[in-house]
Structure formats: C-alpha cells, structure tokens
C-alpha cells in the first residue's frame, strides 16, 4: 500500500492555478481527514468530500481538529490554511504558499526598498481602487486622508441605497456581537477578504508583512491587497446582508460574500493586479509555475543549482 510520504508530490503545473479555485471554505466543528487528493470534513450530519486543490483558503473555525495528512494534501495543493475565531473574524494562524519561484518576492523586496518605488506602488493601488481620480503627487498623508473619505462616502451611499441606518464604524476587538447588523457585516465581510488576500498573496510567493501602504504587522501586504477590493466588493454586500436582518449576520456575511466574489471572478483579478503593482512591465516567467534553483554569481548573474562548482568556471 503507499503510504502519504511515498506519494509523489504534485508539480506546480498540474496543480490548480489560484485563479481557478474556490475562493474559501469554511468549516466548524468537524473532523477534517484526507482521502486521496481530497479533504472530509465529518460532523453529525455525515461527510462531505472536499477537492483540495480547488480551495484557495480554507478557514477553521472553533471546534475543528485536523488532521496530519489533511494538512499534507492541503499543503501539496497550495492551499492556504487559516485558523480563524468565531464566526471567522479573528485570525490566529496560516499556511503555505503554491509558488516555488521567488520572482514576485523579489520584486516586492526590491519596489518596497525604495522610498520612491514603495510610494509609487501606493499611488497604483490607490488608483485601482478609485479609478475616477488621478493620485500623481499626492503625499501619504494625502492618499491616506483621501482614502478615508472615500471609504465614509461608500459607507453613506451603502446605507442610502439599502435603507440600512448607519451611526458609523464601530468595532470592537473580541465582540463581534457588540456592533449592530452593518458593523457585523462588515467585520465579518473584511475578516473574509483578509482571507481570500492572504491566499492569492501566499499563492504566488509573496511576502505577506512587506506592506506598501500598511506596515509594521506581518499580514501588511495582505491588508494592502484586501483593501483593494472594499469598497467595491465586501461594503456594499455588508450592507445587503445587513438589510436582510439581524440574525445570522456572521454566516449570511460569508456566503453572499462568497457568491460576490466568485461571480466577479475576484481571484482571477487579485493575482492579475498583484503582479501589475510588484512587475509593472510583466514577468519574464510565470512565478505560479516556474520551479527551478539558481545560485547567484557576479555582475548580477545566475547560474543552475544542483551543480558543483568547485572546478574553475568562467561565466
């Protein structure tokens, strides 16, 4: 019989691209186990089967156990694994990337250690959020203050068009119950888009802390991609669920949000405009399926892995 280690492990060829998955997933108390190339999640009411290397993030919520080899087949997929709190709105842990190529990391590094570059890479993201304004020499503090009054303004709008009231945003960390049905909506919504961020980001390879409009948290660069998305995506959906009514809010949150964002093909767009922002001239390979080691050289050269090189070379 093979046993899991044996089993060889898939290439970044055969597997699912990013772009083509489901979104997320999320499960609560249940038994999550492998069978095959697939997840179990097993509860009171029976089992469901789950292909593992069509999920982009799956979320574990309470009262879940995993197993090792459910880990194993979601780590070979490039599944991205997320702990997450009640309801899905606190993040406590994740998983590992799909990409095997440090292309796009090492263009993040190099755009985010530059002062003029990381500003630059703020403007674009600021554009692909509000494409009716041109960011062109604005300060931070300019984009930031323009930031803040656009997402107030999406906020009123959102209420006026649902005929949700709003009283503003109120969020309590560790009570999600504490805010009223938009403030819950839209925690719960945020909480998702961090997610489906954090699994495009990690997917392709990316360095999840080296944010260029957030900084100083590990998730920095995730926080700067979900945020892309807010206003057009996870506030207005917020806002529906909200009108909706006030039970279920957490739940409902997810699943509209879920449908949103895979009928927008919403990961599709997110790794398109990550690579957009780090290689605004296009990658020379595509980092999800390019899988080769090189060692580094002189005058910016590179040479293949896996060889010895102690006899004199000349390159």
């Not at 087949?73 to 899905?88: D, K, R, T, Y």
């Not at 530059?114 to 494409?131: C, D, P, S």
């Not at 656009?150 to 009283?167: F, I, L």
């Not at 961090?194 to 390879?205: I, Q």
Request: hydrophobic share 40%; charged share 25%; with cysteine.
């Amino acid at each position: 019989m093979t046993t899991v280690a044996q089993r060889r492990a898939s290439t970044p060829r055969e597997l699912t691209r990013v772009a083509d998955r489901i979104s997320f997933v999320y499960l609560e108390r249940c038994t999550i186990h492998r069978d095959q190339n697939a997840i179990t999640a097993e509860d009171a009411d029976g089992t469901t089967h789950i292909p593992s290397a069509t999920i982009g993030t799956l979320l574990l919520g309470p009262g879940t156990r995993i197993t090792h080899q459910a880990i194993g087949v979601l780590a070979e997929s490039g599944a991205a694994v997320a702990w997450v709190g009640e309801q899905g709105v606190r993040y406590y842990a994740g998983g590992r990337a799909l990409s095997r190529s440090s292309a796009l990391v090492e263009a993040q590094a190099m755009r985010w250690a530059n002062r003029r570059t990381r500003l630059a890479v703020a403007r674009a993201m600021y554009r692909l959020r509000f494409r009716d304004e041109d960011p062109s020499g604005l300060t931070r503090q300019e984009l930031l203050g323009r930031e803040g009054h656009r997402v107030k303004e999406c906020y009123r709008q959102e209420s006026v068009r649902t005929g949700v009231p709003w009283h503003g945003r109120h969020y309590v960390p560790g009570e999600f119950t504490a805010g009223d049905a938009p403030n819950q909506a839209i925690t719960a919504a945020a909480q998702c888009m961090y997610g489906v961020a954090h699994a495009v980001v990690s997917a392709l390879g990316c360095a999840t802390g080296l944010g260029f409009v957030h900084s100083g948290h590990e998730l920095s660069f995730v926080l700067d991609i979900a945020d892309l998305y807010k206003t057009e995506i996870g506030i207005p959906v917020a806002f529906e669920v909200a009108a909706e009514g006030d039970l279920d809010v957490g739940s409902r949150t997810r699943r509209a949000l879920r449908d949103a964002i895979n009928k927008k093909r919403l990961l599709d767009r997110c790794v398109d405009d990550i690579k957009l922002l780090l290689v605004p001239d296009g990658p020379k390979a595509d980092p999800e399926v390019e899988d080769r080691v090189t060692l580094q050289s002189d005058r910016d050269v590179t040479v293949p892995g896996g060889r010895n090189y102690a006899v004199e070379a000349h390159w």
